[in-house]
């Protein structure tokens, strides 16, 4: 069974190559843009069938052509996506001229095919929780995979 990170991931993407707005996807299937949104981010449920319903819609706006609905079924599209995961992970460290420090790791996950598993983790990311967590959050928003993970982390020094 597709998760709700899932599905919002799927129609996010899909809403983004199909050139749909928000509003135009959330009234297709008779929803709120609000709902969407949170749809969209992981935070919010919703049915299958009114998922089913906004991803054909967003395939007929993009191809000019109704589609059956067997073929707009969230099982079946979701059994190709790659969906990535982070999570922060607490470490303690060792330097000889600071001693034992607690530091931020930043594993990755990956899905594919309904199971998930290790990407790898980056390790000492941040002493800041704010700032490793800020990170993680961007990186599940987005959906880059654990290749942009070093740059992401890159970013973060002064």
Known sequence: MAGKENIGYLLRQLRRLSGCTQEEVANG?????????????????????TAERAIGYMLSRMTGREWPADLCRLET??????????????????????????????????????????????????????????LVRRMNRSQLSPVHLLEAVGDLLP
């Open 77 to 134: 599209l979701l059994e190709g996506v790659t969906l990535w995961r982070y999570r922060l992970v607490t470490e303690t460290r060792y330097r000889e001229d600071t001693g034992w420090y607690p530091t931020y790791a930043v594993a990755a996950e990956r899905n594919y095919g309904g199971r998930w598993e290790p990407a790898g983790v980056v390790h000492d990311v941040s002493l800041s929780w704010e700032t490793a967590s800020d």
């Open 29 to 49: 299937p008779g929803m709120s843009q609000a709902h969407l949104r949170e749809i969209e981010h992981g935070r919010s449920d919703t049915t299958f069938q």
